[in-house]
């Protein structure tokens, strides 16, 4: 697609629930990213793939949170046992990895998590 | 572990007054990029600059990028509504980007 496609655009969940977002990234990105955007604040981030490189889940805040990201393309962020703490903005990002290191990174919507 | 801070966290200003907004690392930028965020929608890049001393117009946006590439500012002349939104600085570290918490803008008409 031309963009970066997110789903579900928002989603209500009860605590202890697992949850799984969906992220498609622009054709092409070998680089895809997540971040966690809580309200009103910056962007934290939890994991990156690059190519078939080992992602850096240097960001991933506790073992409830995992990411896949199958064939090089779309990727799934699971949360698992979801806890009120995890209601955020879930931010997917690709981008081209250029020579020069300043990638640019193009962003979806976000998924809405709400756990109540 | 390099952190970026922003100031001011929030600021609300009357259409056509002049801002200025910073992003300061507590280490050496390896490439700088500014972006702008408007609510529900994810992070949109404005520009990148590398070069210490680097200075780039974008329209009624200047970006200055510090001498020993530690910081940075954003300019904006005659502020427009539009230009509402929360302004993010990020940083390349290890492949991926780090950002600052951002300065959230409201210009009101």
């Known amino acids: 697609g031309a963009g970066v496609s997110q789903s579900p655009s928002n989603k209500v969940t009860e605590k202890g629930k697992d949850v799984e977002l969906r992220c498609d990234p622009i054709s092409g990105h070998t680089a895809l990213y997540w971040y966690r955007q809580s309200l009103g604040q910056g962007l934290e981030f939890l994991i990156y793939f690059q190519g078939n490189s080992a992602p850096d889940k240097s960001g991933l805040p506790s073992d409830r949170f995992s990411a896949e990201r199958t064939g090089g393309s779309v990727s799934t962020l699971t949360i698992q046992r979801t806890q009120q703490e995890d209601s955020a903005v879930y931010l997917c990002?690709?981008?081209?990895?250029?020579?020069?290191?300043?990638?640019?990174?193009?962003f979806g919507a976000g998924s809405r998590l709400t756990v109540l | 572990t390099q952190l970026l801070e922003q100031s001011p966290q929030f600021l609300s200003i009357q259409e056509g007054e002049n801002l200025t907004v910073y992003c300061n690392s507590s280490?050496?930028?390896?490439?700088l990029q500014w972006y702008r965020q408007e609510p529900g929608e994810g992070p949109v890049l404005l520009v990148t600059v590398v070069t210490g001393g680097e200075v780039k117009k974008l329209k009624r946006l200047t970006f200055q990028f510090g001498d020993a590439r530690k910081d940075s500012s954003l300019h904006i002349t005659a502020a427009q509504p539009g230009d509402t939104g929360l302004y993010l600085c990020a940083d390349r570290s290890q492949g991926n980007l780090i950002f600052g918490k951002g300065t959230k803008l409201s210009v009101k008409p």
């Open positions: 990002a690709s981008s081209l990895l250029r020579r020069s290191g300043a990638n640019v990174l193009t």
């Open positions: 280490s050496v930028f390896s490439s």
